[in-house]
Each structure stands twice: as structure tokens, then as C-alpha cells.
């Protein structure tokens, strides 16, 4: 070819592949355009899950962490020193006031009680006989017989015996109660813990190993938590009124609440942690509570009524928090609101709400205040966001397979 034609043919080649990305690219912007149409906001209604503002009774409720206290527990030790003859009890058992727990072998206490018998007897038998002196001699005194010297020699040692007796009536008593102190029985009634003896074993008094088992009360039950201080005068004012209800939650499986009273206020704050310590009583009938458990605990102090709505129908922006209020029309509006306080699920609305007024509790995000929503049963939303997630799998899977097949039939040319 030649050259001028060579030139000529090249221009043409290059003029024609211009003009056709330049085709290519405003084909591009008008699909992009098309896409973005379909899935803009304001496409249409907004599907949305509505509630209603309605009143009810919403306590007014102080929540901390307590923990489980026995109202009454014991250490149980021997009074007495000598051989562990026989234990009555096993561990965890139940018992009652008064239940015999351990034995001490009693044959050294019942000697000593019957030696303090016989010095008493020798006692009284001496104060009986000088008693008889003093009278005889109280005569003879008259009638000049014997000296008042003499005389009061003998009254003397009566006295003197009175008081022996009283000694030896007072040893009689202490052996007797040594004695007594040899069947070790329970001061209250509880279950008993762990127990470090065995028939048998040596036990002494004041020891400081000596401890022979623990009791604890199990019902009724204390459970001791505290609050800060900035509800002092809240709780002051509404326990004027009357006792105030405390429910707890054990942890465990079974989360039904234990009810009880407020029966215990300090009368100091805690200057360490700034806590005021409380203390609830509970009957315990069904023994959830157990000494040492840590449990969520709620002090009720009022039970009002209360605008509420859900929870989840609260938003929050720069201007502080609102609502999507749905008119009879449809149409979403933006309402502030005041929120009080959160129980549970609900909110308690202060102000910019009326009863019965429509709210948007799900699919805030696509409301548009002022447009139309398309209001949705909660079950058949809930059905849908499913199958939406099913559908774009399969979407996902049809994209998949058509950029498949071109390679494939590439492949095969």
C-alpha cells in the first residue's frame, strides 16, 4: 500500500475507535442513573411497624447488686474439753432449735458434779450443827453461863458456814451445767455446713481449730445491697408512706423473682464508696436464696401511671429525641418527645405525646417526615426481611453463573 494511503487509513481506524468509547461511555451513566432511581428514599411508600402510646402502670424502681446474708448464723463450738463421744447430725442437715448436734463423753463432769454434791452436804451438815451451838449458847449467855466473847466465837463460825454453803450450792451448780454443756444442741434452727470432727476426736475449749460446725437461717433470708446516695432522700420520703416492696432474681435458670420488704436502712452513708446499705427480708419458703449469692435486687417505690411507648420507638438526633408519629392519612411526622425514664421495653414519655396516638416502632430509617408509610403486621415483616436475604442469594447465584459462561464459551473458541 502506499504511503499517502497508509496515513489516510490509520486516521479513519483511529477517528472510528474514539467514537465508539465515546458512545460506550454515555451508554454508562444513563443505566448507573436508572439504578439509583429504583433504589433512592423517596421510591415510594416506606414500610414501617407501628404501636400505639398508651398508659399503664409503669413502677417506679431502684435497681442494684446484692448479696445473700443469713439473718441469723452460728459458729458452734465445745464450752467443754473432752472426748467427741457421738455426732447426731450429718453435713447440710436441717435442724432444729434445740436438735442434740454432738455428744462429749460425760463420766468426768458427772464425777465432779457428784464430789461438789458431797462438799455441800459436809457443808450444810457443819451449818446445821453450829446453828444448834448458837441457840444453846444464845441461852447460856443470858443466864451469864459463858462469856460474850465465846458467844460470838461460835456465831462466828455459823456464819462462816453459811457462806461455805453457799459456795459449795454455787460448785453443785457450775459441775451441773458442765455437765449439761456435754450434749451440745442447736441455738437456732438452719442447716448445719462442713463439718472438721470425728467421734472420737479430742476438743477443747477456746481452741482456735475447735469449731465443730456452722448454722445458718435459711428462711427468712437477708439480702444486703446498696445504692448511691442521691436516692437518700427518695427513699426516705417514699418509706414514710409505707414499707416498700423488694423483688430479687437469683441467678440460675429459673428467672422468677423472689418478693420481699425493705426492712433495713443505715443510718450512715458510706463515705468510702458513697453508697447507702439496705436490706431487703424475704421468706425464702423455697430456699433459692442461699447465704453468699450474688443477685440482681429492685426496690419499688411507687407504682404510677404513665404515658409509655416502646423502647424502640425512640430516635435521637443533634436536637435531642423524637418519635415518627403516623397520621389517619399515612403520613409520617417528626415529633419531639421527652423521655422520663426506661422500664423494660416500654419509655416513659414526659411530654409531646397524647394516648392512643400512632407511633413508628420499626423502619425508622426509610421514613421521610411529611411522606406516605405503608404499614406492615410485624410477623409477615419479619417473613420478609427472610426471604429478602433468600432472594439475594439466589440473585448472587444467577450473576454468578452468567459471568461463568461467557469464560466458559471463550474457552471453548
Same mark, same amino acid.
Request: hydrophobic share 35%.
Given at each position: 500500500m502506499p504511503k499517502p494511503f497508509r496515513r489516510l487509513f490509520f486516521a479513519s481506524l483511529t477517528a472510528s475507535i474514539v467514537v465508539s468509547l465515546l458512545s460506550g461511555c454515555g451508554e454508562k451513566p444513563a443505566a448507573t442513573g436508572g439504578g439509583g432511581g429504583k433504589g433512592g428514599r423517596g421510591g415510594g411508600a416506606a414500610p414501617v411497624v407501628v404501636g400505639q402510646a398508651q398508659r399503664k402502670i409503669v413502677p417506679l424502681v431502684i435497681e442494684a447488686i446484692g448479696a445473700v446474708e443469713p439473718i441469723r448464723a452460728t459458729a458452734v463450738r465445745s464450752q467443754v474439753t473432752g472426748i467427741l463421744q457421738k455426732i447426731a447430725i450429718k453435713e447440710g442437715q436441717d435442724v432444729k432449735e434445740g436438735d442434740l448436734l454432738f455428744e462429749i463423753d460425760p463420766r468426768p463432769f458427772v464425777n465432779a458434779l457428784k464430789s461438789a454434791e458431797a462438799d455441800l452436804q459436809k457443808a450444810k451438815v457443819q451449818l446445821e450443827t453450829a446453828r444448834t451451838q448458837v441457840a444453846r449458847y444464845r441461852t447460856l449467855t443470858a443466864d451469864q453461863m459463858v462469856s460474850k466473847e465465846q458467844f460470838e466465837k461460835i456465831s462466828d463460825t455459823a456464819r462462816s458456814l453459811e457462806s461455805e454453803v453457799l459456795a459449795d450450792e454455787s460448785r453443785v451448780s457450775t459441775a451441773k451445767l458442765q455437765l449439761e454443756y456435754c450434749s451440745i444442741r442447736a441455738p437456732l434452727a438452719g442447716r448445719t455446713g462442713n463439718m472438721s470432727v470425728h467421734e472420737g476426736d479430742l476438743v477443747r475449749v477456746n481452741d482456735a481449730g475447735g469449731l465443730l460446725v456452722t448454722i445458718n437461717?435459711?428462711?427468712?433470708?437477708?439480702?444486703?445491697?446498696?445504692?448511691?446516695?442521691?436516692?437518700?432522700?427518695?427513699?426516705?420520703?417514699?418509706?414514710?408512706?409505707?414499707?416498700?416492696?423488694?423483688?430479687?432474681?437469683?441467678?440460675?435458670?429459673?428467672?422468677?423473682?423472689?418478693?420481699?420488704?425493705?426492712?433495713?436502712?443505715?443510718?450512715?452513708?458510706?463515705?468510702?464508696?458513697?453508697?447507702?446499705?439496705?436490706?431487703?427480708?424475704?421468706?425464702?419458703?423455697?430456699?433459692?436464696?442461699?447465704?453468699?449469692?450474688?443477685?440482681?435486687?429492685?426496690?419499688?417505690?411507687?407504682?404510677?401511671?404513665?404515658?409509655?411507648?416502646?423502647?424502640?420507638?425512640?430516635?435521637?438526633?443533634? =436536637?435531642?429525641?423524637?418519635?415518627?408519629?403516623?397520621?389517619?392519612?399515612?403520613?409520617?411526622?417528626?415529633?419531639?418527645?421527652?423521655?422520663? $425514664?426506661?422500664?423494660?421495653?416500654?419509655?416513659?414519655?414526659?411530654?409531646?405525646?397524647?394516648?392512643?396516638?400512632?407511633?413508628?416502632?420499626?423502619?425508622?430509617? $426509610?421514613?421521610?417526615?411529611? $411522606?406516605?408509610?405503608?404499614?406492615?403486621?410485624? =410477623?409477615? =415483616?419479619?417473613?420478609?426481611?427472610?426471604?429478602?436475604?433468600?432472594?439475594?442469594?439466589?440473585?448472587?447465584?444467577?450473576?454468578?453463573? =452468567?459471568?461463568?459462561?461467557?469464560?466458559?464459551?471463550?474457552?471453548?473458541?
Open positions: 437461717q435459711l428462711n427468712p433470708i437477708y439480702v444486703t445491697f446498696g445504692v448511691p446516695q442521691q436516692y437518700l432522700a427518695t427513699l426516705a420520703r417514699y418509706r414514710a408512706t409505707g414499707t416498700l416492696k423488694v423483688t430479687v432474681v437469683p441467678p440460675g435458670i429459673d428467672e422468677k423473682p423472689e418478693e420481699g420488704l425493705l426492712t433495713f436502712m443505715d443510718n450512715t452513708v458510706d463515705s468510702s464508696t458513697g453508697t447507702l446499705k439496705l436490706k431487703g427480708s424475704f421468706p425464702n419458703d423455697s430456699q433459692r436464696l442461699w447465704p453468699g449469692q450474688f443477685a440482681t435486687v429492685k426496690v419499688t417505690l411507687a407504682s404510677p401511671e404513665a404515658l409509655t411507648v416502646p423502647s424502640a420507638a425512640i430516635q435521637t438526633s443533634q =436536637a435531642g429525641q423524637y418519635v415518627y408519629v403516623i397520621s389517619a392519612e399515612k403520613v409520617a411526622e417528626l415529633r419531639p418527645v421527652v423521655v422520663e $425514664r426506661i422500664y423494660e421495653a416500654d419509655a416513659v414519655i414526659g411530654k409531646g405525646l397524647k394516648d392512643g396516638e400512632t407511633i413508628v416502632v420499626d423502619g425508622q430509617l $426509610r421514613v421521610i417526615p411529611g $411522606r406516605p408509610v405503608d404499614i406492615k403486621d410485624p =410477623a409477615a =415483616a419479619g417473613k420478609a426481611g427472610k426471604g429478602g436475604k433468600g432472594g439475594d442469594g439466589k440473585g448472587k447465584k444467577k450473576e454468578k453463573e =452468567a459471568e461463568t459462561k461467557p469464560a466458559e464459551k471463550r474457552a471453548a473458541d
